[in-house]
């Protein structure tokens, strides 16, 4: 399993880091909307979907609502203190959304209750906002006037980071369970290791920009938030996993599982990052 997990990585993140700095933001966005449909797709199936037609019209809505975004941006395009707005009220939601995972990972560890995430309804509208907000946040870093690409690349390795950091941090040094209801092998000493790892990267990163001091330290703050909360969308995919009775969302990446497997800690994180970002002047 493990030299499979390598080999995918090494093959998908030079074409990541290729289609970030070479592509226009339009391919790029339509792209990343075909990525998040297939994470539509998985997410459906979570939900507790099992005919392919229902799972169908659940990637046709979370489209629909894509194409509503693009379509209310082009209104806005000539009020950039709207368009912020707008873009702050969604990613504000799901951040609110994120907060409801981490309260339904705790109630979940404790007693085995999912505050309202063992309803199948809840399943579905959170989805449809969190897959939404995660192309909204991905694609705003990519267009971003200043360092678009280099910011969404921060980003991404900031969040691997905590990926690389906490599996070998357990690996070598677990012993305290994190949260063995929702995910039996994280611990403590893999949280801890992945927050280290992710800070250095953000801290070293942050040199490569051309910031001001106010706005380095705004950045590793923001890196931290971004840190704690792609590791709620990690267990709160896997919380949504066990709840299914399932091990991974899909098949999607050999030795990784499907797209939500990959995408649950971006989809927080970035939200997160675009969130302090923007209040901060960054983007």
């Known amino acids: ?65 894509i194409l509503f975004y693009i379509d209310a941006q082009s209104v806005l395009m000539d009020e950039p203190l709207m368009e912020i707005l707008f873009i702050c009220v969604i990613l504000f939601a799901a951040t609110l959304i994120w907060i409801w995972f981490f309260i339904a990972i705790i109630n979940y560890q404790k007693n085995g209750l999912g505050a309202g995430f063992q309803f199948r309804f809840v399943r579905f509208f959170t989805g449809f906002l969190v897959l939404i907000s995660t192309w909204i946040a991905i694609v705003t870093l990519k267009a971003s006037i200043y360092f678009g690409p280099a910011w969404l ?30 995910s039996p092998k994280k611990t403590w000493e893999g949280f801890w290791g992945g927050l280290i790892l992710s800070m250095i990267v953000a801290a070293i990163g942050g040199l490569f920009l051309s910031l001001s001091i106010k706005n380095y330290f705004y950045l590793l703050l923001i890196a931290l938030f971004t840190i704690i909360f792609s590791a709620i969308g990690d267990l709160g995919v896997s919380l949504l996993k066990r709840m299914s009775g399932v091990k991974d969302s899909g098949k999607f990446f050999p030795g990784h599982g499907g797209m939500l497997d990959r995408m649950d800690s971006v989809a927080a994180g970035t939200v997160i990052f675009v969130i302090g970002a923007l209040l901060c002047n960054l983007l």
């Open 153 to 182: 690349i921060l980003v991404l390795l900031i969040i691997w980071a905590a990926d690389v950091g906490g599996y070998f941090g357990g690996y070598f040094f677990g012993k305290k369970s994190f949260c063995s209801r929702v």
């Open 1 to 65: 399993m493990l030299p499979t997990r390598i080999i995918t990585a090494i093959i998908l993140i030079p074409l990541v880091i290729l289609a970030i700095f070479k592509l226009s933001v339009l391919y790029f966005s339509f792209i990343m909307a075909a990525l998040v449909l297939v994470g539509a797709w998985e997410w459906a199936g979570l939900i507790g979907f099992t005919k392919n037609i229902f799972k169908i019209l659940y990637v046709v809505l979370v489209a629909a609502g």
